[in-house]
């Protein structure tokens, strides 16, 4: 597996905070975080969902009290 070679390794000179804003690979990591977190929050909401439908075997009675319920 290839490793990504910083700018210091390198040996190309630092950039600037506002310089590395405006670069791609800036973006192109921050895109792919912000996707795969997108996909989980999304996966986390599906699931509650359904889970709570109603008449879900694994659902509850919400005015159901904790010891009928063993939870």
Same mark, same amino acid.
């Given at each position: %597996?290839?490793?990504?070679? @910083? +700018?210091?390794?390198?040996?190309?000179?630092? *950039?600037?905070?506002?310089?590395?804003? +405006?670069?791609?690979?800036?973006?192109?990591?921050? %895109?792919?975080?912000?996707?795969?977190?997108? &996909?989980?929050?999304?996966?986390? *909401? &599906? &699931?509650?969902?359904? &889970?709570?439908?109603?008449?879900?075997?694994?659902?509850?009675?919400? @005015?159901?009290?904790?010891?009928? @319920?063993?939870?």
């Amino acid at each position: %597996m290839s490793r990504a070679v @910083t +700018g210091q390794e390198s040996g190309a000179a630092p *950039i600037s905070a506002w310089q590395f804003l +405006g670069a791609s690979d800036f973006w192109f990591q921050s %895109m792919q975080n912000w996707q795969s977190e997108f &996909l989980a929050v999304g996966v986390l *909401i &599906l &699931l509650s969902i359904v &889970l709570r439908q109603h008449a879900s075997p694994e659902s509850k009675p919400v @005015t159901a009290p904790h010891a009928q @319920t063993s939870a």
